[in-house]
């Protein structure tokens, strides 16, 4: 497995992180949502590099979103969390590396 980023930056020793939020917001307030978070990882917490985020709505038509984070532990992702509101943080997983279908060729 890989330590990369898909914009091909090359890992900087940060564990990196799936954070699984539900939000308390509707799908047009979410733009709102997610520039305090830029803000707040700017202004606040320097070390997170937003890398992306994959954004759904489940059965029941409940915002979620699956963000990957790199961040110098999981207490710093909460502590992002709980400044940003909105959502609560369901799961947080370190993740363990990374692959694309081309690590298995055929």
Not at 35 to 45: D, G, L, N, P, Y
Not at 54 to 68: E, N, P, Q, R, Y
Not at 80 to 101: C, F, K, R, S
Request: aromatic share 8%; charged share 30%.
């Amino acid at each position: 497995m890989r330590q990369s980023f898909e914009d091909g930056r090359e890992d900087r020793g940060l564990p990196r992180y799936v954070i699984e939020r539900t939000y308390d917001v509707d799908e047009d307030e979410l733009p709102t949502v997610a520039t305090r978070s830029k803000r707040i990882a700017v202004e606040q917490f320097p070390s997170i590099v937003w890398e992306h985020s994959h954004v759904v709505m489940d059965a029941d038509g409940t915002l979620k979103s699956f963000c990957i984070y790199g961040a110098p532990d999981e207490d710093t992702v909460r502590r992002h969390a709980e400044m940003l509101g909105n959502h609560v943080v369901d799961h947080v997983y370190e993740i363990g590396g990374d692959v694309t279908p081309d690590d298995f060729p055929l």
